[in-house]
């Protein structure tokens, strides 16, 4: 794992794992970082790293091959996807793993849709695009509630850190790549800018403020990285 200091441009590593199949996320943009690492033995290792000195800490050994989707503010909840491929599933079930009990609830079952999934940091809302809609619906149940259609980009929809937008990255009437953002409550779509990183659509990490965000687009011969400051436009008087 390299850590970038997008001041100085200076990298240093923090952690090396034996494993290919790594991931890992920031909690609240703080000085951990949780990683899940998949094992020879089917099995997923949780643990943290401290930004600061390195020192890992591990903090579960979980059954099954899954990868680490989010993790909430204070990094007592986490949530996983169980792997596809291994599951015989076009879509794996999403968990939620709660570090003060150890135990483990499934939010979303396995499906044959071709659907993309993701959680709010604070668990509390579940995102999904489907057959060019977004929806979204109480992480607890209940049913999905539309609030964008016409998606054409076959990318998970992302929550804002306020808890109050969704983003989505699509192709508008003109034809150009664009990202947009919806209130959950509902409404119009307002958009927030072309695609980043030469209109290739990619995953978006956010500031705990949400002013900033860091847009990787992973192409085939190439990896592209922007940094989006005053991502949020102001409050329109």
Same mark, same amino acid.
């Given at each position: 794992?390299?850590? #970038?200091? /997008? ?13 290919? =199949? ?58 996983? =996807?169980?792997?596809?491929?291994? /599951? ?46 977004? =929806?979204? #619906? *109480?992480?607890? @149940? ?21 808890? #109050? ?9 003109? @034809?150009?790549? @664009?990202?947009?953002?919806? *209130? /959950? ?15 290739? *659509? ?8 949400? #002013? ?7 192409? *085939?011969?190439?990896? @592209? ?13």
């Amino acid at each position: 794992m390299i850590l #970038r200091d /997008l001041s100085t441009g200076q990298e240093r590593e923090i952690y090396r794992s034996s494993y290919g =199949s790594t991931v890992c996320l920031f909690s609240g943009g703080g000085p951990t970082i949780f990683c899940g690492i998949e094992k020879e033995k089917g099995e997923t290792e949780l643990i943290s790293v401290s930004v600061d000195s390195g020192a890992v800490e591990r903090i579960a050994t979980l059954p099954g091959s899954r990868f680490l989707l989010a993790t909430s503010r204070d990094g007592q909840t986490f949530f996983f =996807s169980g792997n596809a491929w291994l /599951l015989g599933a076009n879509e794996p079930p999403l968990f939620r793993w709660d570090r003060a009990t150890g135990q483990e609830t499934t939010m979303e079952p396995a499906s044959q849709d071709q659907r993309l999934i993701s959680v709010s940091a604070d668990g509390q809302w579940i995102a999904r695009l489907l057959d060019g809609t977004v =929806s979204i #619906r *109480p992480s607890a @149940g209940g049913d999905w509630k539309p609030l964008a259609s016409g998606v054409t980009i076959k990318l998970p929809p992302v929550f804002l850190p306020d808890g #109050r937008w969704l983003l989505y990255q699509t192709v508008d009437s003109t @034809g150009r790549g @664009g990202v947009f953002r919806v *209130p /959950l409550t509902g409404g119009n779509s307002e958009r927030l800018g072309d695609l980043p990183n030469n209109g290739s *659509p990619g995953t978006f990490v956010f500031s705990p403020d949400g #002013r900033k965000v860091i847009a990787v687009a992973e192409k *085939p011969a190439d990896y @592209g990285l922007s940094l989006l400051e005053n991502f949020v436009p102001p409050i329109k008087k």
